[in-house]
């Protein structure tokens, strides 16, 4: 693997190619239509472990001889998904070039072990993703394991947590930019690669996130590519096709040096940019729950504007910012506006209640 320095603006490194391998026509289509795109590495999921019942859980081991022939066809350097230590050892078999360990993998430590045990000795280059949830020992262990059982050729790849759905409605997996800042102070010779694919779960907003890793200081950028992305039987929505990845690409700029200048500074910013996404996606979700009041309260002839209910919520509130360690008028300033904006919601779901019953 080609390593990089976390600072270098020069030149990206591409892995590109299908969330799943799903036939030998696609698979080949796919890596064709990456031809001129000077990728450094094509990737293809083989066996996929999915959160539900179900989906589609991949081809297995039948794609290795696609992968093999890409290789042979194209000279790409390919790269695929190992889950179990029996995946690791029949893609180590194929020649698989570059391994991966996918998010729900490095969620467990066993399999992470036994896989570790089956590249003893084999140095390949393994990329390990970060885990399901936002827990940067889980991600730290599973690179410590593969670092114990020899391994020196490691990437780490940031592809988001997962979190409570209705809290964060922006991205399918929240880039905590947190974590993966200190998993680069952590092993700061390791390179990490963005994956704007899981991280948005929307293709059209990959090219932006694209760029956002590379003013972020990431060099190397990982996207899922498929000829026939809304066709997809994995992740269809996050798929670009190798054209709109081409366009990605001749639009990306190189990093912005003065934003890079005072890059402690810059970590504080993203850090606090981070926390207000937070608040105001919490804040979302509790606007919902007052539209749900809002009918509920029409439902049981409830008036929406309740003073004592409202004076114990603030005593309640200011005592637990007062805890938190917060100026007791502060939190009253901001319960009193989020309660205004509450009362208004509800009426606002109110009146579009009375409207349809006044209708029928
Ligand atoms: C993938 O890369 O297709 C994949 C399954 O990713 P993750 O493990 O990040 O969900
Ligand atoms: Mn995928």
Same mark, same amino acid.
């Given at each position: 693997? /080609? ?68 290789? /042979? ?286 209708? /029928?």
């Amino acid at each position: 693997m /080609k390593q990089c320095s976390w600072d270098s603006s020069s030149s990206i490194t591409l892995i590109a190619g299908p969330c799943s391998a799903e036939s030998y026509e696609q698979v080949y289509a796919t890596a064709q239509g990456l031809q001129n795109l000077n990728i450094d590495l094509f990737r293809a999921g083989l066996w996929k472990p999915r959160t539900q019942p179900g989906c589609f859980e991949g081809v297995g081991s039948v794609g290795l001889h696609w992968l093999q022939q890409v290789q /042979k066809d194209f000279g790409y350097k390919v790269a695929t998904e190992v889950c179990l230590p029996e995946h690791a050892q029949l893609a180590l078999e194929a020649g698989v070039d570059v391994l991966w360990l996918g998010a729900r993998t490095v969620s467990n430590p066993y399999a992470v072990q036994g896989i570790a045990e089956v590249l003893r000795s084999v140095n390949v280059p393994v990329l390990v993703k970060n885990p399901i949830s936002p827990d940067l020992s889980l991600w730290v262990g599973a690179i410590e394991r593969l670092q114990k059982a020899g391994l020196s050729d490691i990437g780490a790849v940031f592809r988001g947590f997962s979190t409570y759905p209705t809290e964060r409605p922006l991205y399918r997996n929240v880039p905590y930019w947190s974590i993966v800042f200190e998993l680069k102070r952590i092993f700061p010779h390791i390179p990490i690669i963005c994956d704007p694919s899981h991280i948005t779960g929307q293709r059209n907003a990959v090219a932006a996130m694209c760029q956002k890793a590379i003013d972020l200081g990431f060099d190397m950028l990982m996207v899922e590519c498929h000829v026939e992305p809304e066709k997809a039987l994995s992740d269809a929505k996050q798929q670009v096709t190798p054209k709109e990845l081409g366009i990605i690409m001749q639009a990306l700029s190189p990093r912005n040096v003065s934003f890079s200048e005072d890059e402690q500074l810059n970590h504080y910013r993203i850090l606090l940019s981070e926390i207000d996404e937070h608040l105001l996606s919490i804040l979302a979700h509790r606007m919902t729950i007052s539209k749900e009041i809002g009918n509920y309260k029409q439902l049981a002839q409830i008036p929406i504007l309740q003073a004592e209910q409202f004076a114990s919520i603030l005593q309640e509130r200011s005592a637990w910012g007062e805890n938190m360690g917060l100026q007791r008028e502060f939190v009253e300033h901001i319960m009193s506006i989020v309660h205004e904006e509450s009362v208004r919601v509800q009426s606002e779901e109110n009146n579009k209640q009375s409207f349809h019953i006044n209708d /029928k």
